[in-house]
């Protein structure tokens, strides 16, 4: 027998509209953000209750309801935002069906608290089943929107008996809010719980795109986007957006697709986009996509699915391959480097590798048995024959091989002038028993490179190692009492307490990890006048020069006390004019109060002449009766301080060594004089622009302090720095990389 069609009852008919509308209670939320959206609102905030199931509310400060509406606002098919199907073809609002409210109320209790700009008050209102229960109350409240939705399906036992996770319910709202927080960048939104202090989800009004996906999602992928954007006239798109580049992958693909500003989902646009990414990240893992395409919306039909989260657009496949190559391309310019993220040793770490690690060019260290294998990733590699960084940088014409070209000093290695001074009581002479010939052929002016190499024991586990040339007899302690740099024909023992004390400081305070690393490294180039790059066993660190010849040229001071040669100028330098030059420059502090330049720089000129007779016998640092610089110390062979710093050193002498103590004058005098000393980038000439590559002054110059860092400063790093503790944690030495993690970056699975 036939069945018998009826009509069936208007409450069965919206209760099953409801329930395609309002599948869960992430769905009713959506809906109320979008209205919220369209009425212009710049703040929305969004309570929910044991998932939503119990209690929602969410409150914006729009345009807000007009009473007169109030009574079929939860009425099927009510709608501010079109008014014949025609202008469905050109809808740029969200809504458009007036489903929403009315689905919400046929399966909750649902309570509207509304204002406009031009009411005197808030109206509040309740509905069940699409109709409203009482006539419109005059209350207190805001402008805008509240709206309250109480018990979400309580007439709906199935559905409610599906939904019983709460929490789960909780995660779904705080996506769909997240996303449209992403989206919305000059919108605030909040999520939390009834009763909670503090939000779950928060974005502020003025905070940017990218900041609201950190405030989501986290630095991790914040740190790692590219913005993307491209548009075609013939397609009548265009798109915007930020996507991860190959550093940050997830083992769930987290894509946010908005079509004209509607959250939409596109099976085919993220398997477009996924082969893409398929080709940088490894197996099974995925990226983070932010898509927001705007097309014309005639050609946009967005009335394909109830809850709107599928919309059907014209030419599809085009658009989609065109999205496929622009994201192709952004993948292919972020891929060409890849970013690693630096850690400070920290105090007493290790830095050597793990004891498994070997040098693959020793084979006598492995032994037999399997578990001493060596793998591909703890092998050292290391060739001190092999190419540099600079090799891959300069032009091939520009050997680097060469040595520093000749500099306007003339060294004096023999004794200064006046070599029969007084010595003091607690001073001895150690005769050279060489001969003066001998040691004057050893000397090498700096210039050029050395064939003597007096600063290449790369071997000698201790501080310093006794020149083979010289035949002096030394005290016991031979780690501080032999020679270090430039050598002088003649030793004096120094016993002064003061001087003794700085030198023990020094060896309480070093790190033997630390000079165990820089007498074993392996130098890969310069990256700057600053900082170096060098690679012990599988790591590579990146060293502050600046510090570490600061550092270098400091400890040489002290444990070569009254013991320099003498760097000659070719001509005599006025302590007058540097300390004019030196009070112009602004670094100098100098202001009107301190008093007139010149009467400062002839005081300085008079304070050094007094103490001329000091500065010659401990440090070589020559000043003659008419107040000229006429010599500076010897620290190591092949190396002159950079002269540009010599009027602020001269200043520096007079303002900022304590003169009164023995001990502190001694530091601060030699801290000023390493500093004057050491490699700075402001003193440094860079290397020229391509446009000026034929400028050879600039050439020769760049090639100086590159071959003097490396040749020079690091050949006397390995042997006589023994680097402070406080290198480990303040950044001066960083490890950039390691051979074991590099790997497991590179690994396909």
């Known amino acids: 027998m036939a069945g018998i069609i009826r009509r069936l009852d208007e409450a069965v008919v919206n209760r099953i509209a409801a329930g395609e509308v309002i599948q869960r209670p992430a769905n009713a939320i959506k809906e109320m953000i979008e209205n919220c959206l369209d009425a212009k609102s710049t703040s929305i905030q969004v309570i929910v209750k044991e998932g939503g199931l119990k209690f929602i509310q969410v409150q914006d400060n729009g345009c807000g309801i007009r009473k007169e509406d109030l009574d079929i606002v939860c009425e099927r098919f009510t709608t501010s935002k079109l008014q014949k199907f025609e202008d469905l073809a050109s809808i740029s609002t969200y809504g458009f069906r007036g489903e929403a409210l009315a689905s ?209 657009f014209l030419h599809e496949d085009s658009i989609l391959e065109r999205v496929q190559q622009h994201v192709e391309s952004k993948l292919l310019g972020s891929n ?227 013991n320099f040669g003498v760097l000659r100028l070719s001509e005599p330098a006025p302590l007058y004019e540097l300390s004019m030059l030196a009070l112009e420059d602004p670094e100098s502090g100098w202001t009107e109060e301190d008093g007139p330049k010149e009467g400062l720089a002839e005081y300085i000129v008079e304070f050094l002449k007094k103490k001329t007779e000091m500065l010659k016998d401990y440090f070589s640092l020559e000043i003659d009766e008419e107040g000229n610089l006429t010599g500076l110390p010897l620290l190591i062979d092949n190396y002159v301080p950079p002269l540009e710093g010599l009027p602020m050193f001269i200043l520096r002498l007079a303002t900022e060594v304590n003169w009164d103590e023995e001990k502190e004058c001694f530091e601060s005098l030699s801290k000023e004089l390493s500093m004057f000393y050491s490699i700075r980038k402001q003193y440094i000439i860079e290397e020229a622009n391509p446009a000026n590559s034929q400028n050879e002054d600039s050439e020769s110059g760049s090639t100086t302090w590159k071959w003097t860092v490396e040749h020079v400063l690091y050949k006397a790093f390995r042997t006589h720095l023994l680097p402070p503790k406080h290198f480990a944690e303040d950044g001066n030495i960083l490890q950039l990389a390691n051979l074991p993690d590099l790997y497991k970056v590179f690994e396909r699975c």
């Open 104 to 312: 919400i109320s046929h399966v909750a209790h649902v309570t509207v608290t509304t204002k406009t700009a031009d009411a005197k008050c808030a109206f509040r209102a309740t509905y069940s089943d699409g109709k409203i229960k009482a006539p419109p109350k005059p209350c207190a409240g805001n402008q805008g929107t509240q709206i309250t939705v109480e018990d979400l399906f309580y007439n709906v036992n199935t559905r409610r008996k599906a939904l019983k996770n709460p929490n789960e319910e909780y995660a779904k709202i705080l996506e769909v809010v997240s996303r449209y927080a992403i989206h919305n960048s000059g919108i605030s939104f909040s999520v939390k719980k009834q009763g909670d202090t503090v939000s779950d989800v928060r974005t502020l009004s003025n905070a940017s795109t990218v900041d609201n996906i950190r405030a989501i999602f986290g630095n991790a992928v914040s740190r790692e986007l590219i913005e993307v954007g491209c548009e075609d006239a013939n397609l009548a798109f265009k798109m915007k957006g930020y996507i991860t580049n190959a550093n940050y992958s997830v083992k769930k693909c987290i894509f946010l697709l908005f079509i004209n500003h509607r959250l939409v989902e596109s099976a085919a646009m993220r398997k477009a986009i996924e082969t893409v990414y398929a080709a940088y990240l490894p197996k099974s893992t995925h990226p983070f996509l932010y898509l927001s395409l705007e097309i014309a919306p005639q050609n946009v039909d967005v009335n394909v699915h109830p809850t709107k989260h599928e919309v059907h």
């Open 336 to 562: 060409s480097s890849r970013m690693y993220f630096t850690q400070t040793l920290l105090p007493g770490a290790d830095c050597s590798s793990s004891e498994a690690v070997k040098s693959a060019g020793n084979p006598s260290v492995v032994t037999k048995g399997t578990s001493d294998k060596v793998y591909a990733h703890q092998m050292v590699r290391t060739d001190s024959r092999e190419q540099k960084l600079d090799a891959f940088l300069q032009p091939v014409n520009n050997p680097l091989s060469a040595g520093p070209t000749e500099v306007t000093a003339e060294v004096n290695a023999g004794p200064p002038e006046g070599a029969g001074r007084p010595q003091d009581a607690e001073m001895e002479e150690v005769r050279d028993l060489v001969e003066m010939a001998d040691v004057q052929e050893d000397a090498v002016k700096p210039g050029g490179p050395s064939e003597s190499q007096h600063l290449s024991p790369e071997t000698v586990p201790s501080r310093k190692r006794p020149r083979e040339d010289m035949d002096i007899e030394l005290e016991k302690d031979h780690t501080r009492k032999d020679m270090t740099a430039a050598c002088t024909p003649r030793r004096r023992i120094i016993n002064l307490t003061s001087v003794l004390t700085l030198q023990e400081e020094i060896e309480n305070q070093a790190h033997a990890k630390l000079q165990e690393m820089l007498r074993d490294h392996s130098f890969v180039g310069c990256v700057s006048p600053q900082w170096a790059l060098a690679q012990y066993q599988t790591k590579l660190y990146l060293l502050n020069t600046t510090k570490l010849s600061q550092e270098l040229f400091y400890q040489i001071l002290i444990y070569d006390f009254a």
